[in-house]
């Protein structure tokens, strides 16, 4: 199942914040934080996915990874991998240079899982992997087993910086050295996570199972193990684990957080809120806890409540769209359409989602204003036709390594729409990715001077300036675009887009504000 936005398939740093319409190729992730399956053995598998994971085997013996990892994405598509399946893709994608990010877009009602987030930053005493959610400060370690050798310590320091910068064989290496020299629950749950980062599921459990049975009083390494084994949808094992922290630790908030996400899955509402409710009894400024309360009650159709929980969640941290979004949703089962459009429109404000969109286009249908509501659906929702579906297989089959089918896509979609600047500079970058360099350049400057007609030319050209460095040109589209189109909520929402990408905090300070004061009723 794919969702359709157009956007040029080189994407910068920079324009990976600038949400223009960006098309994602979505890919099948488990939508459940405990998966039915036990891991698997190899011979457990059906005997055609036992086939792949040799044929994936031997190509990676012979160095071509990229095959390889072609028959593990087979794998999963037809079974769950188990752990040695599991490691060979952690070593491919290392070799291949591939960082896995879902791009499944959670629903705002979903509670986040720690499948879900960032790596955190590691600690020299305890590096602390967690049920933590992305800009939660992380729990204090336990300081009982605190490295008392001065050479220990002077270790483990230079071991978590290697940790924090992504260089896991020097921090195993370092953090061995520790272990060697003062051998406690602490390191053993820093080399759990350490394996676990590389992929070598089955020396994490072990590391994970030292550091617990040196400190039974250690909770994080339960936690740890929780975590692992429902990553290897394993939810027996998951949840012994999370049963055996409350026990060691009744007050450990992310114990009941991820007991929440649990019964939220199985949707066992009310078990989930209780459950979500003592993860920010014991923590009060737990995000995912009020997000996960809020989420359990609106499932309940308990709106009121589910509105107090976001409420609180929206003090702390009140920038979130992902929060205002929930809000908004809740007012609009309570039939507030007034309240649900002002966190809306601030939602939009943080991030110009298509879904939003379509959400505010609604709201504004219901509450009569059926000009603004024609507006957001066309925005909102792109005409499917002959040209958006060629681009769209293009760009599916680019990112599945094929270039050759997928500049025969991009012809075709140029062909049917020779006005798209977007299906030109794709097709430029699928000639630079067969090394046609006179074709990239010939296509990306046919790109670069096609003539904006419509708001979206002028956000696409932009984008496409931004993607090759020319940042003056691209504002000063976007600009053109506004006196084109005053009345375009889209382009000062790329406006805001680029200057938040290119760190201009005063230039989207001041067009947050002219957007606010234009299009606020």
């Known amino acids: 199942m794919y969702t359709t936005y157009r956007c040029n398939l080189q994407t910068t740093d920079k324009m990976k914040n600038w949400k223009i319409k960006i098309f994602i190729a979505q890919t099948l992730i488990l939508s459940c934080l405990f998966a039915s399956a036990y891991a698997q053995d190899v011979s457990d598998m059906p005997e055609e996915a036992a086939d792949y ?90 300081k009982i087993n605190a490295f008392k050798s001065p050479k220990a310590q002077d270790y483990a320091k230079q071991a978590e910086m290697a940790y924090n910068r992504g260089s896991f064989d020097e921090s195993l290496e370092l953090f061995l050295k520790v272990k060697e020299i003062e051998n406690n629950a602490i390191v053993n749950n820093n080399l759990g996570l350490i394996y676990k980062a590389k992929g070598e599921y089955s020396r994490a459990i072990d590391a994970f199972e030292q550091a617990s049975q040196i400190d039974n009083a250690y909770v994080q390494p339960l936690l740890n193990l929780a975590l692992i084994y429902k990553q290897l949808n394993n939810p027996e094992k998951a949840l012994f684990y999370l049963e055996k922290a409350i026990d060691t630790a009744p007050d450990e908030f992310g114990a009941y957080y991820l007991f929440g996400n649990y019964y939220y899955e199985q949707k066992k509402y009310d078990i989930a809120a209780s459950y979500y409710y003592k993860s920010v009894e014991h923590k009060k400024d737990f995000l995912e806890g009020f997000c996960g309360l809020g989420a359990s009650l609106y499932a309940l159709e308990e709106y009121d409540s589910a509105i107090k929980a976001l409420e609180c969640a929206r003090t702390i941290d009140e920038n979130s769209d992902r929060v205002l979004y929930a809000l908004a949703k809740s007012y609009m089962a309570a039939q507030n359409y007034k309240k649900a459009k002002y966190y809306l429109e601030n939602a939009m404000v943080i991030n110009p989602s298509n879904t939003y969109m379509q959400d505010l286009a609604q709201i504004n249908y219901y509450l009569g204003n059926y000009d603004n509501a024609i507006e957001l659906y066309q925005m909102a929702i792109s005409e499917s036709s002959q040209a958006e579906l060629y681009n769209n297989l293009g760009l599916c089959y680019y990112h599945l390594h094929d270039p050759k089918k997928a500049v025969d896509y991009f012809e075709k979609a140029t062909k049917e729409n020779p006005q798209s600047a977007i299906y030109k500079y794709n097709k430029a970058i699928g000639y630079k990715a067969l090394g046609k360099n006179n074709l990239y350049n010939k296509y990306k400057d046919e790109a670069l001077k096609t003539k904006p007609l419509t708001e979206q030319d002028y956000i696409d050209i932009s984008c496409i300036c ?41 230039g989207y300070e001041r067009t947050k504000m002219f957007y606010e004061q234009k299009f606020e009723n």
């Open 466 to 506: 931004s993607d090759v460095n020319e940042s003056k040109k691209a504002i000063e589209l976007i600009n053109q675009g506004i006196e084109k189109f005053p009345s375009s909520k889209k382009l000062y929402i790329a406006k805001m887009q680029y200057y938040s990408a290119n760190n201009d905090t005063a």
């Open 53 to 142: 994971y040799e044929f994936a085997k031997s190509y990676t013996a012979s160095g071509d990874y990229a095959k390889a990892y072609d028959y593990i994405k087979m794998i999963e598509a037809i079974s769950t991998l188990d752990i040695k399946s599991l490691e060979l893709k952690s070593l491919l994608m290392e070799k291949l240079g591939i960082k896995e990010t879902p791009s499944v877009t959670r629903s705002v009602f979903e509670p986040k899982t720690a499948k879900d987030e960032d790596p955190p930053a590691v600690s020299s005493e305890d590096l602390n992997e967690n049920t933590l959610p992305q800009n939660e400060p992380e729990q204090p370690a336990k």
